[in-house]
């Protein structure tokens, strides 16, 4: 029998984290250490539910506890919270976490990734969202160096990205910006997207593409995997919500500005990420981050915009994805959590972030 290989995990207990690590840990093909700052946490928890999973005590702000977390392993999965650390933290900690994983030996690094869409605008400062970027910036670092020869004839750890997208279940979650109200008998998302669309990703398809790239390291190699189930308008999303509930649904496109100020209200310029130094100029607003960040889908309609999807590609290496937002809604009505009408009436936390208000220390 094979020895599981040890991947070592940042980000493990947040949202595309703990779909990651079950598929992981409870494959048998591997074993998971988890960076984190509390394991008798319920998230932390639930992790170990799923398979040998061990807590490696400390946070990604740390040399000595990346070393140790990065000791031994085969493998790295790297997702640091850009709404903890802020953009200008970020980029520093997730470069120097890839450079401790060569130091102790990994062997193959996969980063949590996001589209560089600054970059991919051609640099127009309107498409510039700071955890969007922070992670891009990294991401092309990180493949640049894989393709420098004299750096892989002396280093053994090769990189892979993850990139995401917004995922699907925030339509369907508590305090985030795509979350929707129930008006007497219909549900309504108000959402500022004018004639474009979001590529949302469906967080239980996450664990199986991680795994595909640990499981397949000669492809993975310098491979930047961008998912998504689909290219989303709300148009589709609420006409599709009523034909799975039963329900009405609308879609109120709703302007920009406005939009921003009510869903952050007073916090709306205070940092993005929440440890980030309010009176450094590297730190972008509330207001800044998300103005950006929804002009991004405003201008990704039809997978033609500045974010783009090869949809071929992923039928391909995941024939059993999620590929439309009918198929999700019809998976969530089968689980078991409650009907999707009740749900959406009394919406639960996705994000972590929201789960623990914004508060904590890197």
């Avoid at 170990?48 to 977390?69: H, K």
């Avoid at 995401?164 to 219909?186: D, N, Q, R």
């Avoid at 916090?267 to 993005?272: C, E, F, G, M, R």
Wanted: charged share 25%.
């Amino acid at each position: 029998m094979t020895t599981p290989r040890l991947i070592s995990v940042i980000g493990g207990t947040g949202a595309q984290g703990i779909p990651v690590v079950k598929a992981l840990a409870s494959s048998g093909l591997y074993t998971v250490r988890v960076l984190t700052r509390d394991p008798t946490n319920p998230r932390f928890k639930e992790l170990q539910s799923y398979g040998p999973v061990e807590a490696s005590i400390g946070t990604f702000a740390s040399e000595s506890a990346l070393r140790t977390l990065f000791r031994g392993a085969w493998g790295a999965f790297v997702n640091i919270d850009g709404f903890n650390s802020g953009e200008k933290t970020e980029i520093f900690w997730t470069i120097r976490a890839w450079e401790l994983a060569i130091e102790e030996g990994v062997q193959l690094f996969v980063l949590g990734n996001l589209d560089y869409a600054y970059k991919k605008s051609g640099f127009r400062p309107q498409f510039h969202a700071g955890h969007y970027d922070g992670k891009g910036r990294v991401g092309d670092f990180i493949l640049a160096q894989n393709k420098d020869a004299e750096f892989r004839d002396q280093i053994k750890m090769r990189s892979a990205l993850f990139t995401t997208g917004p995922y699907i279940e925030m339509t369907l979650g508590k305090a985030t910006p795509f979350a929707p109200v129930v008006e007497g008998e219909t549900a309504v998302w108000r959402v500022p997207l004018a004639d474009g669309a979001v590529p949302f990703v469906a967080l239980d398809d996450c664990g199986y593409y991680v795994k595909y790239l640990f499981d397949h390291p000669a492809e993975a190699d310098g491979l930047n995997l961008a998912v998504a189930l689909d290219h989303v308008t709300f148009t589709e999303y609420t006409k599709a919500f009523t034909a799975v509930t039963g329900h009405p649904a609308r879609w109120d496109n709703v302007e920009l500005a406005p939009f921003i100020e009510l869903a952050f209200g007073s916090q709306v310029d205070t940092p993005a990420g929440y440890n980030a130094d309010p009176t450094d100029p590297a730190t972008m607003t509330l207001r800044q981050n998300f103005t950006a960040f929804f002009e991004l889908w405003r201008h990704s309609g039809g997978n033609k915009g500045i974010i783009t999807r090869d949809y071929e590609f992923l039928d391909r290496i995941h024939p059993g994805r999620i590929r439309s937002v009918e198929e999700w809604l019809r998976r969530e009505e089968q689980k078991g959590l409650g009907d999707l009408w009740t749900r959406t009436k009394q919406l639960g936390h996705v994000l972590k972030v929201l789960e623990e208000g914004r508060a904590g220390t890197i």
